[in-house]
């Protein structure tokens, strides 16, 4: 297993880890087992790669975990994530307040179903996590309350913690963060 940084030619791998993982293709027995809520065209997978913001996990030459990461600027073409930008001038992270120059967005990240438990997801992170330190010192993301597996993974595993709860088109969601330091 090869915990790297993304390059181009990961895109095609990283899409079909997505389509076989999104919300709306899944049933719900498989959504109990965590999903990624929010689709990425390769465009914009090709923009965070570009950004230095694409990680995957690779085994004998398949794509078998990825995590996308980026600033607000990037973030800001949804409007979930506009909503979240909204509500940050409130939330503080280990009495630090939050803010779109010093944090930046973590996500979707995503594992083999077949995998998940492996410790593919904190390689991962702590990837990440060293990639954005030097100009983000906090990180936040995003997870929906359905999605328990998520929450338990980034909570007990990662140490996220959770700073805010809100509404988005009629689901619950968690704004959770953490420090690259």
Not at 14 to 30: D, G, K, M, P, V
Not at 69 to 74: K, L
Not at 106 to 126: K, T
């Amino acid at each position: 297993m090869v915990i790297r940084i993304a390059t181009e030619s990961d895109i095609e791998g990283i899409l079909q880890l997505q389509a076989q993982n999104l919300y709306f293709n899944l049933s719900a027995e498989e959504l109990a087992d965590g999903f990624v809520m929010t689709p990425f065209a390769a465009n914009l997978v090709r923009v965070l790669i570009s950004q230095a913001g694409g990680f995957v996990a690779e085994s004998e030459g398949e794509i078998v975990g990825y995590l996308l990461a980026g600033t607000w600027d990037f973030y800001a073409q949804w409007e979930i994530f506009r909503l979240m930008i909204s509500r940050l001038p409130e939330l503080e992270f280990q009495g630090t307040k939050i803010d779109v120059d010093h944090s930046f967005q973590y996500g979707p990240i995503c594992i083999d179903r077949a995998l998940r438990g492996s410790g593919i997801l904190p390689q991962l992170f702590a990837k990440m996590k060293v990639s954005f330190a030097p100009d983000f010192p906090i990180g936040v993301t995003f997870i929906n309350q359905l999605n328990q597996r998520s929450l338990i993974a980034h909570t007990r595993k990662l140490d996220l913690e959770i700073v805010d709860k809100f509404k988005f088109n009629e689901h619950a969601f968690y704004t959770l963060a953490f420090s690259t330091t």
